[in-house]
């Protein structure tokens, strides 16, 4: 007789990567031997990521994506495949609408780092920026960022790719733009978790994962995906300058030595 599929919860899927992610995962499962069932956690309340994860430990929930770090990587197990090919790693810059003369000066890293970037004083952004011996201005609250960009207190406001479009008008009055010509890139991927004891559903995953990418389904997906394909356009990617900086809290078993599963922007 065949096996009854084995259910899998998923943390609620509410954002536009929420939904490319279980894509993804659905994709790589559907290619396992094993049969599963993939079904969003009945309690879909807002919740923090700490408390997802632990509910992934607990066994409350089978499956979480997030981006990663050394920290959560003590505690989660990672398919270390990156879901967004480091896009998440890809920073623009929202700018004071009549500050853009001073990025189009910016020629090397040295240049840059005569601006003063804002971020949250918390974020592992932060330490990205500051270990690059970038000159960060920080604060603890998110809207705080905005007032102080639009008041001169420092010159720019780095983003991911796909967040200052909702942004650059968020707070009426304030002079905003979305700088035109630069992005800094660093390591930064985005997994699915699984419990660390649930091996089995890590390395299914995993396998999928390798197959979409070795028949290009992977890539496929990941360039096709409505939201993804319109901040691509968007920001213009492949026309950026770009300075690539390390990322000092990046897991040493990030799959670095893999290119195929990062996004190269000269390729788009």
Sequence with gaps: MAQPPKRITMMPATTDID????????????RSAVKYEIVPDPDSGQRTQGRYIEDLRAGRIDVMWAASDASIEAL????????????LGHRIFLIHKNSQYKFDAVNTLDDLKKLKLGQGATWADT?????????????????????MLDGGRFDAFPRGVQEPWGEVNKIPGLELAIEKHLMLVYKMPFYLFVSPD??????????????????????????NDPSIKKVIEMADL????????????????????????????NNL
């Design 19 to 30: 939904r490319y992610a279980v894509r993804m995962m659905t994709l790589a499962l559907a």
């Design 76 to 87: 989660v197990l990672p398919v270390r495949i990156p879901l967004l090919k480091g896009l």
């Design 127 to 147: 330490k990205i920026l500051e270990s690059n011996g970038l000159t960060v201005v920080k604060t603890q609250k998110y809207d705080n960022l905005f007032y």
């Design 198 to 223: 649930n091996t089995a559903l890590a390395r299914d995953i995993e396998a999928g994962f390798n197959l979409m990418i070795a028949d290009g389904t992977f890539d496929h997906e990941f360039l």
């Design 238 to 265: 492949k026309n950026r300058k770009v300075f690539y900086l390390d990322n000092p809290a990046l897991p040493a078993a990030t799959p670095v030595d893999r290119p195929e599963l990062w996004l190269d922007i």
